[in-house]
């Protein structure tokens, strides 16, 4: 009665149901640690099982259904010193470990990465993305990770992987050559690049990661914007037509320094200066030289004047001709005259000519006057 009582204290049945997502590794519970020798140990697809006896890695069973005998525990036989058939509980801790993929777990630069683009010069990324990952070694996995720990999750492991996932990123980025306005349509080689940089690292602590993706790859927000006002001006790295575009913006802007009427006013004369500067010339070359001033155009023609005397037409005369013409009383208000777009013949007192008459003295008074 006593050894049946016993016998019904010890574990003879060792199984394992995860119920959570995101568990790695859970040891089983047992009191004393106490194990019935032939007890049934089950291991379903997607675990392992591990032995930890008195601190030292005893034996790794992958999915099936054992029953804990000396034949199928050599390692931990050796360390019981077991004769065949001895037929007696032992103590030790067992540690189930998911081996199945930990999907989608995300990773991100946390400060920005410092490389030199070929047409920016230096600039700061930030990239991020998403990894797989699943157990490789569960018993290196047990040893260099998770310890003594009862129950280990993947986010107490994905930090450390972040880490090193960030150190690889930095540097391929930097040494790739890659510029960066490439980098969008280059992101798949980026990742295979860094998935096998890390993957002695991540080998070490008994992982794999069967996936790894980068998504994005940004520059900086005020960067991106400078970007998009070169892009929306078409001027493809002209600095100088740049500036002149950014200075018109701002000032014709509600806040800038010549806000309101007077800033649209300059903001308008500015860009239609730039406009004018900017026609002549292919996207992005240099501002052409100023144009030289046109000179001024010649002044109108004199208008030339026709005289009617007799039945008969006399000309044409020019307005200095005619002049002289006044002063010697060859013409008189009363002559008709006709110059271009005149309607019809009219007398000199009648037209343009009426001034010549006043420059004309009056005739001189006769003699003993």
């Given at each position: ?11 003879d ?5 995860d ?38 890695l ?59 683009d ?12 998403s990894y ?13 990770i ?36 490439d980098?969008?349509a ?26 790894f ?80 001033a ?14 009617a ?5 006399k ?11 006044a ?43």
């Amino acid at each position: 009665m006593v050894f049946d009582f016993l016998k019904g204290e010890f574990i003879d049945v060792i199984s394992w149901l995860d119920d959570t997502r995101d568990t790695m590794v859970w040891r089983f519970e047992r009191r004393g640690q106490a194990i019935k020798y032939g007890a049934k140990l089950t291991v379903r697809e997607g675990q392992a099982a591990v032995f930890v006896h008195e601190g030292q890695l005893a034996d790794v069973f992958g999915p099936g259904l054992y029953m804990l005998e000396t034949n199928n525990m050599p390692i931990l036989t050796t360390l019981q010193h077991w004769d065949h058939g001895f037929n007696s509980p032992f103590k030790s801790e067992i540690y189930f470990v998911s081996t199945t993929r930990f999907n989608d777990l995300k990773w991100g630069t946390k400060n920005p990465i410092i490389c030199r683009d070929p047409e920016f010069g230096p600039v700061r990324l930030r990239a991020f993305g998403s990894y797989s990952m699943r157990v490789s070694d569960p018993g290196v996995f047990l040893k260099e990770i998770v310890g003594t720990d009862g129950e280990f999750t993947a986010d107490e492991i994905s930090f450390q992987i972040r880490n090193v996932i960030v150190q690889e990123m930095s540097r391929v980025l930097a040494s790739s050559g890659i510029p960066v306005l490439d980098m969008a349509a280059n992101t798949a080689d980026l990742a295979k690049l860094i998935a096998t940089a890390i993957a002695p690292k991540i080998t070490e602590y008994g992982l794999s990661l069967p996936e790894f993706y980068i998504e994005n790859i940004s520059l900086p927000e005020e960067v991106e914007k400078v970007l998009d006002k070169r892009t929306s001006v078409g001027i493809a790295g002209d600095l100088h037509k740049y500036m002149q575009f950014n200075t018109a913006e701002a000032m014709s802007a509600p806040g800038g320094a010549m806000g309101g009427a007077m800033g649209a006013g300059m903001g308008a004369a500015m860009g239609l200066g730039m406009a004018q500067q900017m026609q002549p010339g292919p996207w992005g070359a240099a501002p052409a030289a100023a144009a030289p001033a046109a000179p001024p155009p010649p002044p109108p023609a004199a208008p030339s004047w026709h005289l009617a005397e007799n039945g008969a037409t006399k000309g044409p005369f020019s307005e200095s001709d005619l002049q002289a013409m006044a002063a010697s009383g060859a013409l008189s208000r009363a002559s008709l005259v006709w110059t271009a777009g005149q309607d019809g013949w009219k007398p000199a007192g009648d037209t343009a000519l009426a001034r010549l008459f006043a420059m004309v003295p009056p005739p001189p008074p006769p003699p003993g006057a």
